[in-house]
């Protein structure tokens, strides 16, 4: 979904380029108006905008001024100047750079709506996707991001006494060790299958250049990835080294850093869709840290991007942004000895971080099959006292019996399954019966985790749908929504898809339709009083939105009303 703001001074002009995007359906568009220069720096300071169509010649803020704002705040933006035939002087002054268009007022609609789809089709190919992969070629080979990789791990699990100046120096990490960070997880929610060791790295990297594309614009940042193959990114505001150290100055900057990250990592999800065919989900501290106090980040940061609202979507949570009524974490048989062996190196070299992290993030697929590679050597073992296979058992038991404690699921698996048998090995007649139950046991942990899932995506679209009803002569856009429960917008838009069937716009069209039908049956109400009451600031453009849905005209559905009631 792409955000156009359309901004006039000219009211007519506004509202009506409005009806025009609005039922283009096909261009997926979610659209702004402002009739000010003033009021589009509200918006873009409010939300992320990816293209503007604007006139020139407006009081206070004009056209050019605009854009050195709208490339400030979103330089991906693209402009669209609407121009009269006397306002060509600007234009020659304006030396269009790359991303801008102009095209006159006088134009026919069509031509309208081809520069709007050129600006969006400039934004899906402003990522040179075979570029980015042959410069993670290069960029793997470099000792230097080992070095750095290393350091900035070591400072998220271990003692942060060695955060220095010559340091940072010495390993060419561009930051301020004196000043606050931001930290940013993400993580690759779905890699294409059939993937190489070599080609999955490759394509982590390529996914991480696309990153620093876009976040390199306003931000400094140095990005590693951590055992799970998660993007780690510390961040700071490119001009900190300008910033006086008034503490009002620095967290206002860090604010505005925060506005475009938010907005920026939204466009990154989507390029990752449109061009990788794969899903990325990040989750941002909502204020900066003292680099000393990462390690709790961190941690803090990796729970939170396990956590889910809805199913199979990617993600983009801020961790002091969260609503918390939403969010609601006989005889022995010689073993055979290849098996032991299978057994012992399993838990010399794989820990249960991949189990753990499979579990956590309900990608209950990839955690069958890593469980699965655990258990078959487990189920071949003869002997009950064999301590590969307890060792084995219990790393996995603890593991789940880890996860049911910190979300609370015991008194629900009590309902289906006794899980007192869990880390009680003596209740089992053989590994395999053992086995068998670990299977049942998670394959339930993932049903209940699933129904959590979902209620808390219907307790928000809940939420969104009361208030669409209570507020329907408000400004009702997504941005505004999606603040109501703290989500992002593109976000709620595919949850609210993917839960309910219907977009959200759907929703909000059909609780407009039926407000108006019971006011349009009070004998002396006004057609414009009811387009106010319903979130239509014209009586022309209600009329046209009624005649759609019905197929009559407000007045035509009153007088019918009217004249079957005096029957």
Not at 49 to 71: A, K, W
Not at 180 to 192: E, I, Q, T
């Amino acid at each position: 979904m792409y955000r156009l703001l359309i901004v006039d001074e000219e009211e007519f002009i506004v509202n009506g380029l409005y009806e025009v995007f609005i039922n283009r359906e096909n261009m997926d568009l979610d659209i702004y108006k402002a009739y000010s220069g003033e009021e589009a720096i509200k918006w873009l300071n409010r939300t992320r905008i990816d293209i503007v169509l604007t006139g020139i010649s407006m009081p206070e803020i004009n056209g050019l001024q605009l854009r050195d704002v709208i490339y400030r705040n979103w330089p991906q933006c693209r402009v669209i100047f609407l121009t009269r035939y006397n306002e060509f002087k600007y234009i020659y002054k304006a030396n269009l750079p790359n991303g801008i268009s102009y095209i006159r007022k006088t134009e026919k609609h069509e031509k309208l709506i081809k520069a709007v789809e050129n600006a969006i089709k400039d934004i899906q190919n402003g990522i040179n996707i075979e570029k980015l992969i042959h410069t993670a070629n290069e960029q793997m080979n470099m000792a230097l991001e080992l070095f750095q990789k290393d350091y900035l791990l070591h400072l998220l699990h271990e003692d942060p006494s060695e955060i220095t100046r010559s340091q940072f120096k010495q390993l060419e990490i561009s930051m301020n060790p004196d000043k606050p960070v931001l930290l940013l997880l993400g993580h690759v929610d779905n890699f294409p299958t059939d993937l190489s060791y070599s080609s999955k790295m490759q394509y982590l990297y390529s996914v991480r250049l696309m990153i620093d594309q876009y976040l390199s614009t306003r931000i400094t940042s140095v990005c590693v990835m951590d055992e799970s193959y998660r993007f780690v990114l510390f961040l700071q505001p490119k001009d900190l080294v300008k910033i006086s150290q008034l503490q009002t100055e620095l967290i206002a900057d860090y604010k505005k850093t925060i506005s475009f990250l938010k907005g920026t990592l939204e466009v990154i999800q989507s390029v990752c869709r449109e061009s990788l065919d794969t899903s990325i989900s990040f989750v941002l501290s909502g204020e900066p840290s003292r680099w000393e106090h990462l390690s709790k980040k961190y941690y803090s940061l990796s729970q939170l991007l396990n956590y889910r609202i809805g199913t199979n979507i990617e993600m983009l949570l801020v961790d002091n942004e969260l609503k918390s009524d939403i969010i609601n974490t006989s005889s022995e048989v010689p073993e055979l000895e290849a098996d032991i062996k299978v057994l012992e190196l399993m838990i010399r070299q794989q820990g249960m971080e991949t189990i753990e992290l499979y579990l956590e993030s309900g990608q209950k697929d990839k955690f069958f099959e890593t469980l699965t590679e655990w258990v078959i050597p487990l189920k071949l073992m003869k002997s009950k006292n064999s301590n590969a296979a307890i060792e084995a058992y219990y790393r996995i038991s603890l593991t789940l019996l880890s996860y049911i404690n910190r979300c609370k699921l015991t008194e629900k698996i009590a309902f289906h399954l006794d899980q007192n048998r869990l880390m009680r090995i003596d209740k089992f007649e053989s590994w395999e019966e053992a086995v068998a139950y670990l299977y049942q046991l998670s394959d339930l942990i993932f049903s209940l985790q699933s129904e959590e899932q979902k209620k808390r995506a219907y307790k928000a679209i809940s939420y969104i749908q009361k208030f669409i009803e209570k507020h329907m002569d408000e400004d009702l856009s997504l941005v505004r929504l999606a603040e109501q429960v703290f989500l992002n917008p593109s976000y709620l838009s595919r949850l609210y898809k993917q839960v309910m069937g219907v977009n959200i716009s759907e929703f909000i069209d059909s609780v407009r339709i039926k407000r108006a039908k019971e006011l349009l049956e009070n004998e002396n109400v006004k057609i414009y009083e009811v387009a106010k009451m319903v979130g239509y600031e014209t009586a022309a453009s209600f009329t046209r939105f009624f005649r759609k849905a019905t197929g009559r005209s407000p007045q035509e559905y009153h007088n019918e009303v009217l004249s079957s009631k005096h029957e």
